[in-house]
């Protein structure tokens, strides 16, 4: 049976990326965690950003499938943005590599894990921004600008479930679906 190498070589990459972060990781650990030589690994990746991209793109698919998952064709747009929603940022949450970017990002403000982050944003923004079009389509919103509709409707759900937990006593789950409905499909103005 022949030995995937690359698979190895990412594998052992993934490995070394979620338990030291970016700026930690060396060519020779992740040779030593693939259990391939150095070399090896860069028959298949030119450096280190490189293999990192490779990773990262792979997670971001996994994350759009999520969210495709998540949503339901019986449930309205709104619903099925908070559900969609909701599975990216927990998924981001809960994974061991978003975790330990997020950290590092934090701590060290590295520009590889910068740039990284900045490409899982746009990548929601763009998920988003397609549903919103399938909703304007559908007739289901008040025609507007996708994209900068995507981009508020993501940044104010981050911010209720990263930054108000921050502060204060985090958000239910159907608490920050009323909030996203209230503050932007809904707005704030009462009826007269």
Known sequence: MSVDRRQLILDGATKAFTQFGY???????VAKLANVGKGTIY??????E???DEIFTSLLSEMRKIADEAMDEEKSFSENLHLALFAILEFRKNHQLTIKIFQENAKLGTSAVKEMIEKMEQMIIRYIKTKVKEAIDKGDI???????TAFVMVKLYIALIFDWEKRYEPLTKEEVAESLEL???KGLLAAR
């Open 142 to 148: 008040k025609p507007c600008d996708p994209e900068l």
């Open 23 to 29: 700026k930690a990781t060396t060519m020779d650990l």
């Open 43 to 48: 028959t298949f990746f030119k450096n280190k």
């Open 183 to 185: 503050y932007v499909l």
């Open 50 to 52: 490189e293999l990192f």
